[in-house]
């Protein structure tokens, strides 16, 4: 089983709440190898009010949380039983497991909140193997070779027609292989 996102439906105005429930449910009920990041997608805006500009969070998806999970019945059940969550995004309700988000869908989101679907620190290291997703390349098995991860750039040595190529990708086109 592979970990995916997913998007649950929670009371509008109880994401945090939400997050931080299912978070310690998590660790309490030793689910930690199954749930492993919930994200409530916010956004900084500007808004201007009385010829003062400020700052402001603003919720990207009211009512909406990402939780980047396995889907096991056992995962399913603490998420979906944690107070404040109505339902997962993408489920036809009686006891059917949710649709995943895309990659490219998370991508978009993570990216708008400058995050990244890959955690650099646990998954990528230097002579890592992935897959490309997406792009011109997409399909291909590449090692990494270096890593620019302030700009979400990679280098991958890639075979093409039978020699070694470096090639540089974003961040958000790869997969880890497992």
């Known amino acids: 089983m592979e970990k995916e996102w997913y998007v649950v439906n929670t009371y509008s105005g109880h994401e945090n709440k939400v997050k931080e ?21 916010e956004e900084k805006v500007v808004e201007v009010k009385d010829g003062v500009e400020k700052e402001k969070v603003k919720k990207m998806f009211p009512g909406y949380i990402l939780v ?3 889907m096991s019945d056992d995962a399913w059940y603490v998420v979906r039983n944690t107070p404040g969550v109505t339902g997962f995004i993408g489920s036809s309700g009686k006891g059917a497991k949710p649709t995943p988000l895309q990659p490219y869908e998370v991508d978009k989101i993570l990216k708008d909140m400058g995050m990244s679907r890959i955690e650099v620190d646990k998954d990528l290291a230097v002579g890592t193997k992935v897959k490309i997703a997406s792009g011109p390349f997409e399909g291909m098995i590449g090692k990494i070779d270096s890593m620019d991860i302030p700009n979400s750039k990679i280098m ?19 997969e880890v292989l497992k």
């Open 21 to 41: 429930k299912l978070e310690m449910r998590a660790e309490s009920m030793d689910m930690k190898d199954y749930i492993f990041r919930v994200i409530v997608p």
């Open 156 to 174: 991958l040595l890639v075979d093409l027609f039978g020699q070694e190529t470096s090639i540089e990708v974003d961040l958000s086109e790869i």
């Open 68 to 70: 980047e999970m396995v």
